[in-house]
């Protein structure tokens, strides 16, 4: 862990140039209840949204590290997002 202070407001700024800054906010965050192909196709506009955007990498590697556990960020739903900490626990958890 770096002793460097970071500027708080840095952590952030890639969060201007985000694509999803303009659009419906109800595209990237799911409905209570809503499930299947509602869902999926949502969800895959929000992530064809996403391969296009510019701070993709920066977005998914705060959504990773903060553990995001609503809605589609940097590409990836919230069931991605679990795989993906589930594998890193196991790892972690497990290192054979
Ligand atoms: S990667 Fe997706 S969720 Fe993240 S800022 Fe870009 S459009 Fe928004």
Avoid: K
């Amino acid at each position: 862990m770096s002793a460097e202070p970071v500027p708080v407001a840095s952590l952030w700024e890639w969060q201007h140039e985000g694509l999803c800054r303009e659009s419906n906010p109800e595209m990237f965050f799911h409905p209570e209840g809503e499930r299947g192909p509602s869902r999926r196709w949502r969800d895959e506009r929000a992530i064809a949204m996403c391969e296009q955007c510019p701070v993709l990498v920066q977005c998914r590697e705060h959504a990773l590290t903060v553990r995001e556990p609503y809605g589609v960020w940097g590409g990836l739903t919230e069931q991605m997002r679990e795989q993906i900490w589930a594998e890193q626990d196991n790892a972690l958890s497990d290192p054979a």
